[in-house]
């Protein structure tokens, strides 16, 4: 038996079961395989009844005395079932389960877990449970046993009897693929084994030593699969110049010096510049952190050597916005780069195509109007793409392979904790700027509720009376778009005629043309506007030193990185901001985020508390990313194990993939690349 053999070739699998199968995810042995227990009871040491405490999940075994359903009030039944174990009765129950009560005849043996309630009479109420039927069954009462999710037609028990079937037979593809010398550095247990141990632990140590070394597995599979591009082809780069006149010239004439932060990451793309291998560096930083200079550097460093550069934002108005600041910043340079975006007339863009074709245009910036067909680089030399994660990976590389290999500077100032920044960006080297630019105040964080609306429009007038602006963001969500749009419309009109008649308010929304957002912006810019009521999230990067104030209505509806992204939004300038959440949560979790943001404004404690919440799918939708959906890892408290395995995956790298050595383990890698861009479009 094979692990890529269909599920058919199980006893008892016909094409009904396996469909019902398909719903799990189960197509194949090697499915069923990684279709790991989701918790495990141990049934050689189940505790006396009198031992159990109330509010304690346990075990219990017993014969089945009598089971009678119960009403105790309209639209409740709950079917209570005595039952007589070794040391004494307990009764289950469950609530609002009709079919069961046939099942559950007197005479039958029964093991069940749930929460222990009061009183001297043991009452569980049952989460899990299954019939002892025959010789098989009884055999588990001797071992820590297996517990599956399963479906209606396939019972968790059921589907532990399919993996004991297929663990009785020779599998091919459960052979250890690690050397030797890897397994004893990095105490792993050999492959098999752990598969083995995961489904059928002889003791507690053995099954952690099992969840180890599958979810080393699982990190150094989805690392180099990543990686896998760069590792297999290794392309040769272009060797910049390493002189830095332009650079210097730039950075001399800034009202400002750099950070230490700045200047650490500065020195590491200029390394990797300067080697002949193609630069892939991941710079995160904090919102106003400062990283628009590390990529007028990189884009400097290139045109210094003759070459040209290009910068990619993921929507006009940032890409317009860098525009006009890099315009501003590279003027005493004798440099003026051009804007690509898909508002420019035909006429314009087709000027532009022969700028960038010719060699005339040494830096160009845009939307992903870059990656059309049209667009011809004379000699590209770098990429800098700004807010990564707005971009599928195939638009990356459309745009690396404009050129011959060029450097690829990456940006972003969405807080990405460590963890998930090694596993989606595992083919970049990572940089991270942890410093604000001094002068720079932290925001003021509030969270209030509906009955302190009154104070904070006063609060506001004394804001604006001071000559500082203001934002108001609505949440928008995708069910209920036209209701939030009529809201922040009407939000936006009574803060116009009835708090604030005598200052000018504007409203940005989706349903607005690229040009009129544009032109809102520009207005708020401009100080033409004092408020700007916003239902979408006001672009990351878009710069208003004088807007001081944000206020976010509904705040529970926003995710904590989305918050405080637009909290990043104000304080940009030197003077202290302020960020007003109205809320009033209801849950303990919505209490807790609110919390969070009052409490910190470190983007990557924000970030952390954010997956603990809510989890990596959630924060960051693996199938976004092309990443396989960890089936055994958790991002959140495999960390350590991740950075181990991202050792070896380096160690891997430095010895070769492709020796023979590592033949299935680059077949594994192979199919997590493939996925990811095939997801990544």
Request: no cysteine; glycine share 10%; charged share 20%.
């Given at each position: 038996m094979h692990l890529n053999d269909s599920i058919t070739v199980l006893k008892g699998v016909g094409k009904q079961r396996a469909a019902d199968l398909q719903k799990l995810g189960i197509v194949t042995v090697g499915d069923l395989l990684g279709h790991y227990p989701y918790r495990y009871e141990d049934r050689s040491q189940l505790k006396p009844l009198r031992d159990m405490k109330e509010g304690d999940t346990e075990t219990v075994t017993g014969i089945i005395v009598q089971a009678q359903d119960i009403y105790p009030r309209r639209g409740l039944k709950i079917l209570r079932v005595s039952i007589r174990c070794a040391d004494g009765n307990a009764v289950l129950v469950w609530f609002n389960q009709n079919h069961l009560k046939n099942k559950?005849?007197?005479?039958?043996?029964?093991?069940?877990?749930?929460?222990?309630?009061?009183?001297?009479?043991?009452?569980?109420?049952?989460?899990?449970?299954?019939l002892i039927e025959d010789e098989d069954d009884l055999a588990d009462f001797q071992r820590i046993v297996p517990v599956y999710r399963g479906t209606e037609r396939n019972s968790g028990k059921q589907i532990r009897k399919l993996v004991v079937q297929t663990m009785a037979q020779e599998i091919e593809g459960l052979e250890e693929f690690l050397p030797d010398e890897h397994l004893q550095k990095y105490h792993l247990m050999d492959y098999g084994d752990a598969v083995q141990q995961i489904h059928f632990p002889e003791e507690w140590q053995q099954l952690n030593r099992a969840r180890h070394r599958l979810v080393f597995n699982e990190f150094l599979e989805l690392t180099l699969g990543l990686q896998l591009h760069s590792l297999i082809e290794k392309k040769t780069g272009i060797a910049h110049v390493q002189e830095e006149s332009l650079a210097a010239q730039f950075f001399k004439g800034l009202p400002f010096g750099l950070t230490n932060a700045q200047k650490k990451v500065i020195l590491e793309v200029k390394k990797d510049m300067e080697r002949p291998v193609a630069m892939k560096r991941l710079v995160q930083g904090d919102v106003?952190?400062?990283?628009?200079?590390?990529?007028?550097?990189?884009?400097?460093?290139?045109?210094?050597?003759?070459?040209?550069?290009?910068?990619?934002?993921?929507?006009?108005?940032?890409?317009?916005?860098?525009?006009?600041?890099l315009k501003r910043m590279l003027e005493p340079l004798g440099i003026e780069p051009v804007l690509l975006t898909g508002s420019l007339t035909r006429k314009e863009r087709e000027t532009i195509y022969e700028k960038i074709s010719d060699g005339t245009c040494r830096i160009a910036v845009g939307t992903h109007a870059l990656i059309q067909k049209q667009v011809q680089f004379a000699n590209l030399g770098v990429v800098v793409i700004d807010e990564q994660h707005r971009f599928g990976v195939r638009q990356r590389l459309a745009l690396e392979n404009k050129g011959m290999a060029p450097d690829v500077l990456v940006m972003t100032a969405t807080p990405i904790p460590r963890s998930l920044a090694l596993t989606l960006y595992g083919d970049m080297d990572l940089s991270i700027i942890d410093e604000l630019p001094p002068g720079r105040q932290s925001v003021k964080t509030y969270c209030m509720g509906e009955n302190k609306r009154r104070d904070l429009y006063?609060?506001?007038?004394?804001?604006?009376a001071s000559g500082y602006q203001v934002y108001v963001v609505c949440p928008?969500?995708?069910?209920?778009?036209?209701?939030?749009?009529?809201?922040?419309?009407?939000?936006?009109?009574?803060?116009?005629?009835?708090?604030?008649?005598?200052?000018?308010?504007?409203?940005?929304?989706?349903?607005?043309?690229?040009?009129?957002?544009?032109?809102?912006?520009e207005q708020f810019r401009d100080n033409q506007l004092q408020i700007l009521v916003s239902t979408t999230v006001i672009e990351v990067g878009v710069d208003v030193p004088n807007a001081n104030v944000m206020v976010i209505e509904n705040a529970e509806r926003f995710g904590l990185a989305q918050l405080h992204q637009l909290r990043g939004r104000v304080g940009r300038g030197t003077t202290q901001a302020h960020c007003f959440l109205i809320s009033e949560p209801k849950t303990d979790e919505g209490k807790r985020r609110m919390q969070v943001m009052v409490k910190s404004t470190d983007g990557f404690v924000i970030a952390e508390e954010d997956l603990l919440l809510r989890g990596a799918g959630e924060v960051l939708g693996t199938r976004q990313h092309g990443l396989p959906d960890l089936k055994i890892a958790d991002l959140v408290h495999d960390v350590k194990i991740l950075e181990q395995s991202r050792m070896l995956a380096d160690e891997i790298t430095e010895i070769g993939l492709e020796q023979p050595q590592y033949e299935l383990l680059r077949k594994k890698a192979e199919a997590i690349?493939?996925?990811?861009m095939d997801l990544g479009e």
């Open positions: 559950l005849q007197p005479g039958l043996q029964i093991v069940a877990t749930g929460k222990v309630g009061k009183g001297s009479l043991r009452q569980i109420s049952v989460t899990d449970f299954e106003g952190s400062g990283k628009t200079m590390i990529a007028v550097y990189a884009l400097l460093k290139a045109v210094t050597g003759g070459y040209q550069a290009v910068m990619m934002a993921p929507t006009e108005i940032l890409a317009e916005q860098h525009y006009l600041n006063r609060f506001l007038g004394e804001q604006i928008l969500v995708e069910e209920s778009e036209k209701m939030d749009l009529e809201n922040a419309t009407q939000l936006a009109d009574h803060l116009a005629a009835n708090v604030f008649p005598q200052y000018a308010v504007g409203l940005l929304h989706g349903k607005m043309r690229p040009q009129e957002k544009a032109e809102i912006m690349y493939q996925r990811k």
